[in-house]
C-alpha cells in the first residue's frame, strides 16, 4: 500500500487496532464485508483490542453474536479468540460513513482496486470453501474487483452466498419495518443457520 500513501490505512493514529480482519483465516467459512467505520472506531474505548473489531455499534453486537449463536465462534459475543471464521474487508481503509457513502461507485472501485493485492494474499493463503459477502455492496465491490482481474475469477470457491449487512437490518428501515425489529433479526438468524450448514458441509483443508 506504499504505492498509495494518499488512501487512509485501518484505523489510523485514533484507532490502531482497526485491522479490517479478524479470527481465522484457515476456516472454511469466510465472511467479507465492505470496510471498517472510522465513525464506529471512534466511539471504542480508549484500551480496545484487535479482537474488539465488530463489537462496537448495535449491529456489530448483532453480528458477533450470530457468529456465536451458529458456531462460528466460541466463547460470547465480545470474547476473544476461539474463531471458527474469518471476517475480512474488501478495502482496509477506515472511513466516517457519510463521506464514503457520499464517493461515487467509480470512486469506491478504485480504492477496492488499491487494497486489491492484500486480499488477493489473504484468500491465497487461506483457501476458502465458502465465501459469505456481508450487504450487496461489498458483493458488487467484490465482483468489479474480480474483473478487473485482481482477485480469483469465480468459481474460485466451492459455495459463495450473501446476507444482508448487519447495520441495515439494525438501523435502516425496510418494508415500513424499522431498524431492530424482531422479526427482521429472527430472518436474519435464519440466514446464518443456512451458512452454519454450509460450513458443517464444506470439506476441510488437508
Known amino acids: 500500500m506504499n504505492d498509495h500513501p494518499e488512501l487512509p490505512r485501518p484505523g489510523r493514529d485514533y484507532a490502531p487496532w482497526v485491522t479490517g480482519c479478524l479470527g ?29 473489531q465488530w463489537t462496537i455499534s448495535p449491529g456489530d ?12 465462534k466460541g466463547g460470547t459475543w465480545d470474547s476473544s479468540g476461539d474463531w471458527r471464521c474469518y471476517i475480512t474487508d474488501v478495502i482496509k481503509s477506515a472511513f466516517i460513513v457519510y463521506g464514503w457513502n457520499a464517493r461515487t461507485s ?13 486480499l488477493n494474499q489473504e484468500l491465497a493463503v487461506g483457501k476458502p470453501r465458502v465465501l459469505v ?31 444482508k449487512h448487519y447495520v441495515f437490518v439494525m438501523s435502516r428501515p425496510e418494508g415500513g419495518v424499522g ?28
Open 133 to 163: 459477502t456481508v450487504g450487496s455492496r461489498a458483493q458488487q465491490l467484490l465482483k468489479r474487483v474480480e474483473l478487473s482481474g485482481l482477485l480469483p475469477a469465480p468459481p474460485a470457491f466451492e459455495t459463495r452466498v450473501t446476507i
Open 179 to 206: 431498524g431492530g425489529d424482531p422479526a427482521r433479526i429472527a430472518a436474519w438468524a435464519e440466514h446464518f443457520a443456512e451458512k452454519a450448514e454450509l460450513r458443517q458441509d464444506a470439506p476441510h483443508s488437508p
Open 106 to 118: 467509480a470512486d469506491r472501485k478504485q480504492v477496492a482496486e488499491w487494497w486489491a493485492p492484500v
Open 24 to 52: 481465522d483465516p484457515s476456516a472454511d467459512v469466510w465472511f467479507i464485508a465492505e470496510n471498517p467505520s472510522a465513525t464506529t472506531a471512534k466511539r471504542a474505548r480508549a484500551d480496545a483490542t484487535v479482537e474488539d
Open 61 to 72: 453486537k448483532l453480528f458477533r453474536k450470530m457468529l456465536v449463536d451458529h458456531g462460528f
